[in-house]
């Protein structure tokens, strides 16, 4: 289970942190990733971990501007967003996938997980 929390409404230029809590097993182990979905939008991968490759993962649209991070002790994704605009506005998703023979990035591309969150919303205005 993931349960993603943290999202809300900010001005342009703001921050939040989104978080995501697993429960059910290690994320350490597992492939980590975060997606938005806009209304009337495809779901996009926006930032992705993987703790065994130490490798990351990013959209174009939020390099420099979101940080992914793991606390393993608490089995906790985050997603720090600064500088935040209004086509961030989304709903973003929190997902895990155990590994296998995908790397990260098509992961990312295809939305590869077994497991995702609800949601929390992020409105930028």
């Known amino acids: 289970q993931l349960v993603e929390s943290g999202g809300g409404s900010v001005q342009a230029g703001g921050s939040l942190r989104l978080s995501c809590v697993a429960s059910?097993?290690?994320?350490?182990?597992?492939?980590m990733g975060w997606f938005r979905q806009a209304p009337g939008k495809g779901r996009e991968g926006v930032a992705g971990?993987?703790?065994?490759?130490?490798?990351?993962y990013y959209a174009d649209s939020v390099k420099g501007r979101f940080t992914i991070s793991l606390d393993n002790a608490k089995d906790t994704l985050y997603l720090q967003m600064n500088s935040l605009k209004p086509e961030d506005t989304a709903m973003y998703y929190c997902?895990?996938?155990?590994?296998?023979?995908?790397?990260?990035?098509?992961?990312?591309?295809?939305?590869?997980?077994?497991?995702w969150g609800q949601g929390t919303q992020v409105t930028v205005s």
């Open positions: 997902a895990a996938g155990p590994g296998d023979w995908r790397t990260l990035a098509s992961r990312m591309r295809t939305a590869g997980f077994d497991y």
């Open positions: 059910g097993y290690t994320v350490s182990s597992y492939y």
């Open positions: 971990f993987y703790n065994g490759g130490d490798t990351t």
